[in-house]
């Protein structure tokens, strides 16, 4: 691999580490390390094409390996593509279920959809991201992995200062930052690095830390991150954050092997950094990462929800009653949210969202058109089998061609007594399929055929 380091920047580490810079620097020149996530979400989520032979060993769903974008494994949202180094940070947050949570800078949604996945669709997780287009990209890989609890919402993150203080019980800053630590995986952005862009980057990363603190609750969990080596962005920004809010204090970090303390000495000689954690190329099987988790000292805010609106009306719940008597066994929903003509399931219905912008509030369950409710691949994405009255398993064949837009016609008349089916690949559902008189007419979204 040819990644074209500057001259500045090896001075810069050959500065920082002296003789173990040549190490670093020819590490960044090998292959990268694939892995990838599983999603406890799903029924039967081990039961995959990938093999699990390799497991990685600080979190119970991740493994070495690669994985194939096209597999209904990961159409379907089974797994999700993650370098190792990122894993841990989610494990380090450590959500629960029945928690309140922010991903502060969340796209394209990795460590999102770890989180999801260890609250177990209990409590709430709000997941940001300023870039409109990349929170876009981070509605779809939450929609993918079938989570239901969460609301992405695009804002910067000091829009959420004035209704959202003391709300969130955790909070993960996965700061945007210069990126030195995934040259290897993008070369491309070598050509970006200059010590001027890693000073503007530590710079908006402490604004974004100033509105972490105003958002955490006391007694509540604050980690940081960044995907860099840079002591500006990592040890001298916590430094600064520790300086600033003495009520924030540093815990210890369980670290494996590969793993590093963090260094005082590149954080104003403060020792507690020893807590945090770096993980280097050279030392360790995946990207550079520093990883650093706080706790704010204090008694418990309590924190009132002020209801929404759920935008209910009369025949809107009428016709999704019957919608739900014909397709499914019961009726999972209860927590409703009608926005224009599409229906959610609200993974929250507090009206202190109604500030902000949302692109996703729980989740989507369709949409309602003329005397008629039809439903969202959201919701076929994060239903268990056992709630739908009919699932048809499509063979290879079949499923080419419905990926490709065409509809399936059935040689016999099958036992269908209702209109809308799930549809499953290898026992994995992807899609709603409309049934009516021995085809199953394609519903399969058109940004997602292929």
Same mark, same amino acid.
């Given at each position: ?6 001259? !500045? =920047?090896? &001075? ?50 991740? =493994?070495? *390996?690669? $994985? ?22 989610? &494990? ?15 796209? /394209? ?69 210069? *990126? ?18 890693? &000073? ?30 840079? /002591? !500006? ?18 815990? &210890? ?27 280097? /190329? ?15 000292? *204090? ?80 919701? $076929? ?18 499923? *080419? ?50």
């Amino acid at each position: 691999m040819n990644v074209n380091l500057s001259s !500045e =920047f090896k &001075e810069k580490y050959t500065n920082l580490l002296g003789d173990r810079a040549p190490k670093l620097f020819s590490a960044i020149e090998t292959e990268i390390e694939n892995a990838f996530r599983i999603n406890p979400l799903k029924p039967g989520y081990k039961t995959l094409t990938e093999s699990l032979e390799r497991p990685i060993e600080y979190t119970d769903i991740g =493994f070495y *390996g690669d $994985i194939d974008g096209n597999s209904i494994d990961h159409l379907c949202g089974y797994i999700y593509s993650q370098e190792p180094s990122a894993m841990y940070v989610a &494990e380090v947050l450590d959500a629960k279920p029945g928690e309140t949570v922010l991903d502060l800078c969340a796209a /394209p949604g990795s460590k999102t959809t770890h989180i999801a996945s260890k609250m177990a669709s209990e409590g709430l997780l709000v997941s940001n991201e300023i870039n409109y287009k990349r929170a876009k990209v981070l509605s779809s890989n939450v929609e993918r992995m079938g989570i239901r609890n969460t609301v992405v919402t695009n804002n910067s993150p000091k829009d959420f200062e004035k209704d959202f203080n003391n709300y969130f019980d955790k909070i993960l800053v996965d700061a945007p930052c210069s *990126g030195e630590g995934m040259f290897r995986k993008d070369p491309e952005s070598v050509k970006y690095w200059s010590k001027e862009y890693v &000073e503007s980057c530590a710079n908006r990363q402490k604004h974004i830390m100033d509105s972490a603190y105003k958002l955490l609750n006391n007694g509540g969990t604050f980690v940081y991150s960044t995907c860099t080596f840079s /002591p !500006e962005e990592n040890e001298e920004n916590i430094d600064y954050f520790l300086n600033k809010y003495p009520d924030m204090q540093i815990v &210890e970090i369980k670290k494996y092997p590969g793993m590093e303390d963090g260094k005082p000495e590149w954080g104003n000689d403060n020792q507690n950094l020893t807590k945090a954690l770096r993980m280097f /190329p050279d030392q360790f099987k995946g990207e550079g990462h520093f990883i650093c988790k706080m706790q704010k000292v *204090g008694t418990v805010a309590n924190v009132k929800s002020r209801d929404l609106n759920s935008g209910m009306k009369k025949e809107d719940t009428q016709l999704f009653d019957k919608f739900i008597k014909q397709n499914l066994q019961e009726n999972p929903y209860s927590n409703y949210l009608h926005i224009a003509d599409y229906l959610y399931n609200a993974a929250s219905l507090d009206s202190r969202f109604n500030k902000l912008h949302v692109l996703r509030n729980g989740l989507k369950l369709g949409e309602f058109k003329k005397n008629r409710f039809e439903p969202d691949i959201a919701m $076929i994405l994060a239903i268990e089998p056992k709630e739908l009255k009919t699932i048809y398993d499509l063979s290879d064949d079949q499923f *080419g061609k419905y990926l490709h837009g065409e509809s399936v016609i059935l040689e016999k008349q099958p036992d269908f007594n209702n209109k809308w089916i799930g549809l499953s690949y290898q026992n994995k559902l992807f899609s709603w399929g409309r049934y009516s008189n021995k085809e199953i007419k394609n519903v399969y979204p058109k940004g997602l055929r292929r």
